[in-house]
């Protein structure tokens, strides 16, 4: 309505409705001479006119209001390294506190300043319907005119878990301090990322979840080499191998700072990476020559440190199942032989010989094992476990009156535990499987999986576009 009374007072003011555009048409041979009304022709120009000119005071507008935005809203952390950009202030502070929390721990293992010179940023983004290959996690290190950039993109879903935030906090901090001394850098130069293993380790120093501990004692028992485990890539394990690799890594970075001067020299590990070589394993040896002067002795001293370090970190209890496995292997071991020295006998068998011939130093090294494993016991087998001790101490003093019976009594008691335990974890299953409310997240890695394999690509077409969008506002 509006344009049309816009076009009309032109018209009225140009006065068109009484003038005439003369023309000529020739048309078989002849030439006829024709009269045209102007006004319909100028009205209909002068409409588009109009129209044309509200579109670009429209796009004025809009490039005026978004030239007069504010910057997007941002927070800085308390060292002032990090810039969280975001749209939820709660979520800004989250995330500060988190990755102030994770340099924290960094300078603390290497007892260190913080003397940062390169800034991070994180990026927290929604997921959007209109770009949905949007990567969960995306670290990007570039050379600016101003100097290096380190900014770290991550997707906020409901899925997010702080684990991977934590772990590539962790990450930028370490390629920060790697890199700080190298502020004039090519552009174009590509970056030597931290290793695996030492984002493992530092994240799996200090954790007690059972699966450290069982990886722990998996690794103690058979450890791989150093230098496989150097040049694995965790990305491509299992859970249970994820696992043994976390275990590995604490391990080892544990040996490294119990040395007298392995903080100095995880320090300077770490800022020596930008000029590091494809071989890993030299480098390694390059860093920390206490280990070995060559492959051989390096991987020695692996193997006779990790058994030490896994010993020294059980502080946990053992689950019951842990414990009778232990229990088990412990009764295995030879502490005596028969009476004409032909077989080997076990604890049990020694207790029920005739006349044994005792062998004080295994029967010894028994006790002591058994007194170890009643540390971390399970509760329930706890006692079982000290019946065991007392049992070994007095083979080895050669006092063995009444500890058949006793050990015995022992056994069948542990076997209406074991077939109690089993009913409980049965029914624990059923009612996980049927009655729980909330999931345990024991199958949240499969669960991922599936829904990855599962998930169905998004359509681009412009309708498809606008309707994922539409439910993701409506959310």
């Excluded at 700072?257 to 100095?264: A, F, I, K, S, T």
């Excluded at 077989?343 to 029920?352: A, G, I, W």
């Excluded at 009913?423 to 669960?447: H, I, P």
Aim: proline share 6%; glycine share 4%.
């Amino acid at each position: 309505m509006e344009e049309l009374n816009a076009v009309t007072n032109v018209s009225r003011k140009l006065n068109l409705s009484s003038r005439y555009i003369p023309f000529a048409i020739k048309r078989q041979g002849t030439h006829r001479h024709h009269r045209v009304r102007a006004g319909p022709v100028l009205y209909a120009c002068a409409a588009v006119v109009i129209r044309v000119v509200k579109w670009l005071s429209l796009g004025l507008l809009w490039s005026s209001s978004i030239l007069l935005a504010g910057p997007l809203e941002r927070s800085v952390s308390p060292s002032r390294q990090f810039i969280i950009f975001g749209r939820s202030r709660i979520l800004r502070g989250a995330v500060s506190d988190a990755a102030e929390r994770t340099k924290s721990k960094v300078l603390t293992l290497l007892q260190v300043r913080d003397q940062w010179s390169v800034p991070i940023l994180l990026n927290l983004q929604r997921p959007q319907a209109n770009v949905p290959e949007i990567p969960p996690v995306l670290l990007d290190f570039s050379q600016t005119g101003a100097g290096l950039k380190i900014q770290l993109d991550l997707l906020v879903t409901p899925d997010s878990q702080p684990g991977v935030l934590q772990r590539e906090i962790l990450r930028a901090v370490l390629l920060e301090m790697s890199y700080r001394s190298l502020p004039s850098l090519p552009a174009g130069t590509p970056y030597i990322a931290p290793p695996d293993w030492l984002l493992d380790g530092i994240l799996a120093l200090d954790n007690e979840s059972p699966e450290i501990f069982d990886g722990l004692d998996t690794a103690a028992t058979n450890p791989p080499t150093l230098k496989d485990f150097l040049t694995q890539h965790p990305t491509l394990l299992d859970t249970p191998s994820r696992a043994l690799y976390c275990a590995c890594a604490s391990a080892l970075l544990r040996m490294l700072l119990e040395h007298d001067n392995g903080r100095v020299q995880l320090a300077r590990y770490i800022a020596d990476l930008p000029h590091s070589s494809a071989d890993i394993f030299a480098d390694f040896q390059s860093h920390f020559p206490w280990l070995g002067r060559d492959s051989g002795a390096m991987e020695k001293t692996w193997r006779e440190n990790i058994p030490r370090v896994a010993s020294e970190r059980r502080f946990a209890l053992l689950t019951f199942t842990a414990t009778s496995e232990q229990l088990d292997e412990c009764l295995l071991t030879k502490v005596a032989q028969d009476r004409e020295k032909k077989n080997s006998l076990t604890l049990d068998e020694t207790v029920r010989a005739s006349r044994p011939n005792i062998n004080t130093v295994s029967a010894k090294k028994l006790g002591e094992r058994l007194m170890l494993l009643t540390t971390r016991a399970h509760p329930l087998l706890r006692p079982i476990v000290v019946d065991y001790q007392l049992a070994a101490e007095s083979v080895t003093r050669k006092k063995s009156h009444g500890v058949a019976k006793r050990l015995a009594n022992s056994k069948a008691l542990r076997e209406k535990i074991a077939v109690r335990m089993s009913e409980v974890d049965d029914f624990m299953n059923w009612f996980e499987a049927t009655q729980a409310k909330t999931a345990s997240g024991a199958f949240r890695d499969y669960l991922h999986a599936s829904a990855n394999n599962d998930a169905i690509p998004r359509r681009r077409d412009a309708l498809s576009v606008y309707l994922d969008a539409l439910e993701t506002q409506l959310q």
